[in-house]
């Protein structure tokens, strides 16, 4: 996000910087490791939130800007990711009936025996490497402060 105007930016304080830092090498190793604990499903991060969000849609299926809209994709980013998703049987995508330009992405039943097989390893790996570090209050308090940054990055989204 760049400046068009000539005004100094607003430089992070020492307080903000140290929060800032520990957040984003936290959430990148963060992410990194439970990329690396899905490799042996050969799913990605990308692609297990992508068939958790079909399965939990009824019929497994779901708009295709809807999908986006969840995941804070943009379009062509989850097109992209649907065409590497269906070579490898995992979701294929249906035109939507009621809209020409419209299609629904749809998980495979081996969309589903992958999710299927990797989610107890993915939720013990986001609860040793996640939840058991965090009290009740902690957890509350997380969930507040990311839905007021997801409310303001949705606002944000544009098509690339």
Not at 24 to 43: F, N, P, T, V, Y
Not at 67 to 94: P, T, Y
Request: with cysteine.
């Amino acid at each position: 996000m760049t400046s068009q105007n000539a005004t100094a930016p607003r430089w992070l304080n020492a307080a903000e910087m140290k929060a800032w830092r520990r957040y984003i090498i936290a959430s990148r190793r963060l992410l990194e490791a439970l990329d690396s604990d899905l490799e042996g499903h050969d799913l990605s991060m990308a692609d297990y939130e992508i068939l958790a969000q079909l399965s939990d849609a009824p019929e497994r299926k779901m708009r295709m800007s809807e999908l986006a809209e969840i995941a804070l994709l943009s379009r062509s980013r989850l097109s992209h990711r649907m065409k590497v998703m269906e070579k490898a049987g995992w979701v294929k995508r249906e035109a939507c009936p009621s809209d020409k330009r419209g299609y629904f992405a749809v998980m495979t039943p081996k969309g589903w025996k992958a999710i299927v097989a990797a989610a107890p390893d993915h939720v013990e790996s986001v609860r040793a490497r996640f939840v058991d570090h965090l009290s009740k209050v902690d957890q509350e308090i997380i969930s507040a402060i990311f839905l007021r940054i997801e409310d303001s990055l949705r606002k944000e989204v544009i098509e690339e």
